[in-house]
């Protein structure tokens, strides 16, 4: 079982970075497919981007391409998603979720492939 624990959520500028890390318990982190999503007001909860377990596979959402990276530490059972260049749409709840896979295909781009999901942090940007 993994348990999953988002932090470094705020209130930011438009134009400002943050940087969220989810933070893994449990074993093999490595054979574990970790993503982050978000879910705004009122709208359906949306893929932001997803990093294979070796860390060499990537896929991210046209919408936060150039301005948002995944990246993982393994050693640290550690997801992170640097986010740059801030706008006010992408205040959401950001949610860190984990799926047990060997492959990393387009199927990690759809929330239905997880299993474990963090409770989110939110991210506000002020215009």
């Known amino acids: 079982q993994v348990r999953l624990a988002e932090s470094g959520g705020g209130l930011v500028q438009a134009g400002g970075s943050l940087r969220l890390s989810c933070a893994a318990s449990?074993?093999?982190?490595?054979?574990?497919?970790m993503a982050w999503f978000r879910r705004a007001p009122g709208k359906e909860r949306e893929f932001v981007a997803a990093i294979s377990g070796t860390g060499g596979g990537i896929y991210d959402a046209d919408s936060v391409k150039g301005r948002f990276t995944i990246s993982r530490d393994n050693a640290k059972n550690t997801v992170y998603l640097q986010m740059n260049s801030l706008k006010p749409e992408d205040t959401a709840v950001y949610y860190c979720?984990?799926?047990?896979?060997?492959?990393?295909?387009?199927?990690?781009?759809?929330?239905?492939?997880?299993?474990?999901w963090g409770q989110g942090t939110q991210v506000t940007v002020s215009s």
């Open positions: 979720a984990a799926a047990a896979d060997y492959y990393f295909t387009i199927r990690a781009m759809s929330g239905e492939h997880y299993d474990h």
């Open positions: 449990g074993r093999f982190f490595d054979n574990y497919i």
